[in-house]
């Protein structure tokens, strides 16, 4: 928006600055342009929203960063993880974050370290791994296998379902139940699902009769081979 354009002109960033919308008041502090005086100590003390804005800007020093990371607002956690010259031992800090939300910004940003994206492509929460699986650094390591093994680019859509068969992602982490993800609406997911090693015969027989024939396909091959 126009808040958080960093070439948005001078006069019109400090007129929003006034504004009392939230998220105008987020943009305004995430712009990189935007002098902290623009709020007064009243707004900075007491606005999650703002200090989220502080925290995203890509001018705000690390030690600032640090000390945000670990405010008891979720919010403010998520204004590091979205900053983009945050460093990356707090990015991987947050991705062990309790709260989802703050684990989905920490895979949200495009410089998030591989290793933080691995064990967030394994997380609970199964929106946290649809962001790591959108993340464009694992996007280039598929494109790189899909390379080296056709000579080849792959289309997104078969991005999650190939580093799912090689292992890099478990679509089935910390227990999450194989038929309940087959049953899935996100198309990825029961995708993930059919063409997973792990899958059960019983998922597989549920997948043979999905509604997209690319996964029939997937499913009705691995029950083939497993005759």
């Known amino acids: 928006g126009v808040a958080s354009n960093p070439a948005s002109p001078p006069a019109v960033v400090e007129r929003l600055a006034a504004d009392e919308n939230d998220l105008v008041h987020f943009g305004v502090a995430a712009n990189a342009t ?13 606005s999650a929203w703002v200090l989220s804005g502080i925290a995203a800007n ?51 940003n495009s410089k998030c370290p591989l290793p933080a994206l691995q064990h967030l492509s394994n997380d609970i929460n199964w929106e946290v791994v649809q962001e790591a699986f959108f993340n464009p650094n694992w996007q280039s390591v598929a494109q790189d296998i899909a390379r080296m093994l056709t000579g080849e680019p792959i289309d997104d859509d078969r991005v999650y379902p190939i580093l799912c068969t090689l292992g890099f992602l478990s679509p089935f982490a910390k227990g999450r139940d194989q038929y309940v993800a087959a049953r899935s609406e996100n198309r990825l997911e029961r995708m993930a699902v059919a063409t997973h090693p ?14 997209d024939p690319v996964i029939r396909d997937h499913a009705s091959r691995q029950l083939r081979n497993r005759s």
Not at 39 to 46: K, P, R, T
């Open 58 to 108: 890509p001018r705000t020093e690390p030690s600032l960063l640090e000390q945000f990371a670990t405010d008891d607002n979720e919010l403010v956690r998520m204004g590091v993880a979205w900053n983009e010259e945050c460093p990356q031992s707090l990015l991987e800090r947050l991705s062990r974050d309790g709260d989802a939300d703050v684990r989905a910004s920490v895979v949200e």
């Open 198 to 211: 792990s899958v059960t015969r019983r998922v597989l027989e549920l997948l043979v009769k999905d509604e």
């Open 34 to 46: 935007s002098p902290l005086v623009l709020f007064d100590e009243d707004a900075v003390n007491n």
